[in-house]
């Protein structure tokens, strides 16, 4: 039942382990921010987007999200970076959350329940980044991201 079993790390690219916040969610509108809008269509709960209408269940890089959708800080770990938390298995970085800042990922579960009992660990992380992209994650400094070119 853990893990998802079509995430793998990326073959030839060397892992780091760093010590992370790790936390669960679901789609759920206390997790996710969202409201049924007076037609009952769902929107954005709060914030500068507030109203506008929310994908429930699809995360910001356009895919589902699914048992395996990692939420982290797009600074510190870009789209696609393969990550491995002891006690869920293999994830993929695929959406971003507005309280997930720094060392701090968000792990999605089916259910709220889950996402809750899961509560906030601080733990080691297994984390391998993209082919291509510079073995050290940039520093917070403003500028873009630092791929190979």
Same mark, same amino acid.
């Not at 293999?90 to 329940?113: A, M």
């Not at 660990?121 to 994650?137: A, D, H, L, R």
């Given at each position: ?5 079509? !995430? ?26 969202? /409201? ?18 929310? =994908? ?7 895919? =589902? ?5 990692? =939420? =982290? ?8 970076? !393969? ?21 701090? !990922? ?17 733990? /080691?992380?297994? !984390? ?11 520093? /917070? ?9």
């Amino acid at each position: 039942m853990w893990g998802c079993s079509t !995430i793998r790390p990326p073959s030839g690219v060397q892992p780091v382990q760093r010590v992370l916040k790790v936390t669960g969610y679901c789609d759920c509108r206390e997790c996710c921010a969202w /409201k049924r809008n007076w037609l009952l269509r769902p929107v954005v709960a709060s914030g500068p987007s507030a109203g506008k209408p929310k =994908a429930v269940g699809q995360s910001a890089s356009g895919a =589902a999200s699914r048992y395996g959708t990692i =939420a =982290a800080d797009e600074a510190l770990f870009p789209f696609g970076t !393969i990550m491995y938390v002891q006690g869920y298995g293999y994830g993929r970085v695929e959406d971003r959350g507005r309280d997930i800042k720094g060392n701090h !990922i968000d792990l999605h579960f089916g259910s709220h329940r889950l996402a809750m009992n899961w509560g906030t660990q601080e733990m /080691k992380v297994t !984390i391998w980044y993209p082919p291509g992209y510079v073995s050290s994650p940039p520093k /917070k400094t403003g500028r873009p991201s630092t791929l190979a070119r």
